[in-house]
């Protein structure tokens, strides 16, 4: 048997080891909560001495705040497509943001999520930001209802012109028109009317809500400005009263699963799909990465490790924390597991079971935890962490850093001429996973030039 499907069978069998709880619980309904640039410093549970999140604080209490949490990209397609596949990005294709008008795509050769869990009887809804196409709501790519969405009201890229009063969603394949509201509240009503009126109540759900919040172009409602009357500057005033709309929003989502009686038998993941924007100082973009090192675009630490609480009631112990590293891939194994639904055994999945980490077990891992950003403002474009150790190395894979990132998370000392045997034995086991990847994957990035925008793409027949 595949040892992931092993492993599988075995965390279904023991829900004991990893929960509250003895008993195996209904088959129970999902929903991925992901915020955009959200940095790990953002939120009070994460330590942030201004942000208002009193709704995510309270969610951390109820289930476990996982301390370790990787985006499986430093930008925000990549991100999105590992979450969905359970595969690292450049395996998957999508290696990067996606801009309109280029070919890169979420194939449907790749086996997303919903697909997967339809196939086990899952209804299942997207709201949000989609950023997994480039010919967004056109017959030449595939859109969220091929990757197996039921229903879903989506944006291309960002909320436009900004979070407020966005003319740019799309609800399965209707342009939506100007929407007066912000976006994290508008995705989070279309959301519950969805659990409320278009759902089937008989069979359990997939909802993915994919904020825009808080990135840029941000807009935030005066009500949320209003709680930070002692800033003075207006762009950190707004970017912290964006935060706390996705709070809030995330907090109405909360109301309505208990108003439907639909939490405890609900698995709630929040996070984040990537770092946070701008220099954090004076540019747009004033989100913390609480002293991690880098920040969006990077793939040291301040660039990939974002906020994770999940909260699952009766299988996860409440008010806990957890420091095992796990990454976003994650998420797709996990699901499918909890849902019942067969691992594919077809190709290579990059994500762990991530249950055992919410009790403070290792994710057993076939592979280890790999990132790479082409758009990387510095030459170390490619990482890989195994255990404690985290290696970083540029595009061609001659020049490197080593860290021991549990003993030095803000990645302060470079320890590759201290630490030899572990630099080889790291740099060995990067060069072979790297090439392994690179040959699976589309050769996209190859020819990818990730500057300027081009032009609408000529009409194709749908990739498949």
Not at 171 to 194: C, H, L, M, T
Not at 213 to 236: C, G, M, N, R
């Given at each position: 048997m595949n040892p992931l499907r092993a492993l599988a069978l075995l965390s279904v069998l023991?829900?004991?080891?990893?929960?509250?709880?003895?008993?195996?619980?209904?088959?129970?309904n999902i929903v991925i909560f992901l915020a955009d640039d959200l940095g790990y410093g953002d939120l009070g549970s994460y330590g942030h001495p201004v942000i208002k999140t009193p709704n995510l604080d309270a969610f951390a209490q109820q289930g476990v705040r996982l301390t370790q949490c990787y985006a499986a990209s430093a930008v925000c397609s990549p991100s999105r497509s590992a979450i969905l596949t359970g595969r690292t990005p450049f395996r998957n294709g999508v290696f990067t943001w996606i801009p309109e008008g280029r070919d890169v795509h979420l194939r449907t050769s790749e086996i997303a999520l919903p697909k997967l869990l339809k196939t086990v009887g899952y209804a299942t809804c997207h709201v949000g930001k989609w950023h997994l196409n480039s010919h967004f709501n056109q017959p030449t790519q595939p859109q969220p209802n091929d990757h197996g969405y039921d229903w879903w009201l989506a944006t291309q890229?960002?909320?436009?012109?900004?979070?407020?009063?966005?003319?740019?969603?799309?609800?399965?394949?209707?342009?939506?028109?100007?929407?007066?509201?912000?976006?994290?509240?508008?995705?989070?009503?279309?959301?519950?009317?969805?659990?409320?009126?278009?759902r089937d109540p008989s069979?359990?759900?997939?909802?993915?809500?994919?904020?825009?919040?808080?990135?840029?172009?941000?807009?935030?409602?005066?009500?949320?400005?209003?709680?930070?009357?002692?800033?003075?500057?207006?762009?950190?005033?707004?970017?912290?009263a964006n935060v706390t709309q996705l709070d809030h929003a995330f907090g109405q989502l909360m109301r309505a699963l208990d108003e439907l009686k639909l939490a405890g038998d609900t698995l709630v993941i929040f996070t984040s799909d990537n770092g946070p924007e701008g220099d954090g100082i004076k540019t747009p973009g004033r989100g913390s990465t609480g002293g991690l090192r880098g920040r969006k675009r990077a793939v040291y630490e301040g660039g990939i490790r974002v906020p994770?609480?999940?909260?699952?009631?009766?299988?996860?112990?409440?008010?806990?924390?957890?420091?095992?590293?796990?990454?976003?891939?994650?998420?797709?194994?996990?699901?499918?597991?909890?849902?019942?639904?067969?691992?594919?055994?077809?190709?290579?999945?990059?994500?762990?079971?991530?249950?055992?980490?919410?009790?403070?077990?290792?994710?057993?891992?076939?592979?280890?935890?790999?990132?790479?950003?082409?758009?990387?403002?510095?030459?170390?474009?490619?990482?890989?962490?195994?255990?404690?150790?985290?290696?970083?190395?540029?595009?061609?894979?001659?020049?490197?850093?080593?860290?021991?990132?549990?003993?030095?998370?803000?990645?302060?000392?470079?320890?590759?001429?201290?630490?030899?045997?572990?630099?080889?034995?790291?740099?060995?086991?990067?060069?072979?996973?790297?090439?392994?990847?690179?040959?699976?994957?589309?050769?996209?990035?190859?020819?990818?030039?990730?500057?300027?925008r081009e032009g609408k793409a000529k009409a194709k027949k749908k990739t498949q």
């Open positions: 023991s829900t004991a080891a990893f929960g509250a709880s003895s008993a195996a619980p209904k088959t129970p890229n960002n909320a436009a012109p900004s979070h407020a009063n966005p003319a740019n969603f799309v609800r399965n394949g209707r342009p939506v028109g100007p929407v007066q509201d912000y976006s994290a509240p508008f995705i989070v009503k279309e959301a519950v009317s969805w659990l409320k009126e278009h069979r359990p759900f997939l909802l993915a809500v994919w904020a825009h919040e808080p990135h840029y172009p941000i807009k935030s409602a005066p009500e949320f400005k209003a709680l930070y009357p002692d800033l003075t500057d207006d762009v950190q005033r707004e970017h912290h994770g609480i999940v909260r699952w009631p009766g299988q996860v112990r409440p008010g806990t924390t957890s420091d095992v590293p796990v990454i976003g891939s994650d998420i797709f194994v996990t699901a499918a597991i909890v849902a019942g639904a067969p691992l594919p055994a077809d190709r290579v999945l990059d994500g762990g079971n991530l249950l055992p980490a919410l009790a403070g077990r290792p994710v057993e891992r076939a592979r280890p935890l790999y990132w790479r950003c082409v758009i990387a403002p510095e030459p170390l474009k490619t990482a890989m962490r195994i255990g404690d150790w985290k290696i970083l190395a540029d595009e061609a894979l001659t020049r490197f850093e080593l860290y021991n990132v549990r003993r030095d998370p803000r990645e302060t000392t470079e320890l590759s001429t201290t630490e030899p045997a572990k630099f080889v034995e790291m740099k060995g086991a990067l060069v072979k996973l790297n090439t392994e990847i690179e040959a699976e994957g589309p050769t996209w990035w190859k020819t990818y030039n990730s500057g300027a």
